[in-house]
C-alpha cells in the first residue's frame, strides 16, 4: 500500500480548486496566482506519474517563465489605463452548458472503454530515455522547435518595438 | 491509481479551462483559460506515456510545453501592442475586422 492515491487525489483537488480559482475570480491578477498554483500542482501530478524531468520542465517554464510573462502583462495594462483591471464574466449560463458538455462527453468516453489500472513497473531513467528519443528519432522536431523558438523571439521583438 | 482518474481529473481541467475561455471578458483571462486546457492535455500525454511504458507521450508533452511558452509570449506581446492602439484589452471592444 503506497500513498501514490492519497498523495494523486489530493494534488488532483488542489488543482481543480485552483484551476475554478482562475476562471472565477473577479481580480486578474489573483487569477494568475491561482494558475502559478494549478500548474505547480500539475508539476505534482508529474512526480506521481514518474516523469521528474517533465515536473522540473513544468515548474521551470510554466510556473516560473509564463506567470512572470502575465504578470508582467497585468502590470504594463494596469499602469497604462490608470484602473485596476477587475474583470467580469459573461454568457455564464453558455459557458456552463459548453464546458458541461464537453465534460459529459468525454467522461462517457473515458467510461466506455477498458483502461489499465495498475501502471507498469516504472522504467529505470525516464530522463536518460526522453534525451536519447530526442536527439534520435524526434531530432527534426527538436530543432525545429529551435526555429520555432528563433521566429517567436524575432517576433516579439518586433511587436515590443519602440515607436519611431 | 488507474489511467481512468488521471484522465477524468485532465477532462475536468480543460473543462473548467473552456469555461474560462468562454466567459472571460479580458484577453489576458481568456489566455489564462487557454494555459489551462493546455495544462490538461499535458496531464493526459504523461499519464498515457507512463501506462504504455513509452516516453514518445512525454517528448509529446515536452513540445507542447515549449510552444505553449512562445506562444504565451506572442499572445501577451499582441495584447500589450493592441492596449497600446486601442487602450484596451477586453475582447469585445477588439472589433476592428467588423465589416
Known amino acids: 500500500m503506497s500513498l501514490e492515491p492519497i498523495a494523486v487525489a489530493a494534488l488532483g483537488a488542489v488543482l481543480l480548486v485552483s484551476a475554478l480559482g482562475v476562471v472565477l475570480t473577479k481580480n486578474l491578477f489573483h487569477s494568475v496566482l491561482y494558475l502559478a498554483l494549478s500548474l505547480t500542482a500539475t508539476a505534482g501530478i508529474f512526480l506521481t506519474l514518474a516523469a521528474e524531468f517533465l515536473a522540473a520542465i513544468q515548474l521551470l517554464l510554466y510556473a516560473g517563465g509564463v506567470v512572470t510573462i502575465v504578470v508582467f502583462a497585468i502590470v504594463v495594462t494596469e499602469r497604462l489605463v490608470g484602473v485596476r483591471i477587475t474583470q467580469t464574466s459573461r454568457y455564464l449560463s453558455t459557458g456552463v452548458v459548453v464546458a458541461g458538455a464537453v465534460l459529459v462527453a468525454v467522461m462517457s468516453a473515458i467510461g466506455s472503454v477498458r483502461l489499465p489500472d495498475r501502471a507498469p513497473a516504472p522504467p529505470v531513467d525516464v530522463t536518460r530515455a526522453i534525451g536519447q528519443a530526442l536527439l534520435t528519432r524526434y531530432v527534426l522536431p527538436f530543432e525545429l522547435l529551435g526555429v520555432l523558438f528563433l521566429a517567436a523571439l524575432l517576433g516579439a521583438l518586433y511587436f515590443a518595438r519602440p515607436d519611431e | 491509481m488507474g489511467l481512468a482518474g488521471y484522465l477524468s481529473l485532465a477532462a475536468a481541467l480543460f473543462s473548467i479551462g473552456l469555461f474560462g475561455v ?78
Open chain 2, 22 to 99: 468562454v466567459t472571460r471578458r479580458n484577453t489576458i483571462g481568456i489566455l489564462l483559460g487557454i494555459e489551462l486546457m493546455l495544462n490538461a492535455v499535458n496531464i493526459n500525454l504523461v499519464a498515457f506515456a507512463r501506462f504504455n511504458a513509452d516516453p514518445a507521450g512525454m517528448i509529446f508533452a515536452v513540445f507542447t510545453i515549449s510552444i505553449t511558452v512562445a506562444e504565451v509570449a506572442l499572445g501577451l506581446a499582441l495584447v500589450i501592442l493592441i492596449f497600446r492602439v486601442r487602450c484596451t484589452v477586453v475582447a469585445d471592444h477588439l472589433d476592428i475586422l467588423r465589416g
